[in-house]
């Protein structure tokens, strides 16, 4: 535990405890969010022909794109819901600065 407060930057094991929370709600709430999504713009699995392959592999490539931008939306409202937000928001100028999105966090 000590590594992981040491390396966050954070003081608590409670902060540490919330941190985890908000990580498990975001992945799954992003998911879940996606589908629903998907078939609202007209994009349903049954869409897809289902009588060659790249049918369901292009839904499920579809589906992971959309749920990149959900996830990074939700971990920062769950990081400020559970009082976060200073931690989650440099992880998220981290994450983006490092797959080369630096200039839309400036």
Do not use: H
């Not at 939700?74 to 080369?100: A, D, H, P, T």
């Amino acid at each position: 535990m000590e590594k992981l407060k040491e390396r966050w930057g954070i003081s608590s094991t409670w902060q540490i405890i919330l941190i985890i929370t908000v990580f498990g709600l975001t992945g799954s709430s992003s998911v879940y969010v996606a589908k629903p999504l998907l078939e609202m713009l007209g994009l349903a699995r049954m869409n897809f022909s289902p009588d060659f392959w790249w049918g369901g592999f292009s839904y499920y490539v579809l589906r992971i794109l959309l749920i990149f931008p959900i996830y990074q939306v939700l971990l920062v409202c769950y990081g400020w819901i559970f009082g976060q937000f200073k931690f989650f928001w440099s992880f998220e100028k981290n994450m983006l600065g490092r797959i080369g999105f630096s200039r839309l966090i400036k």
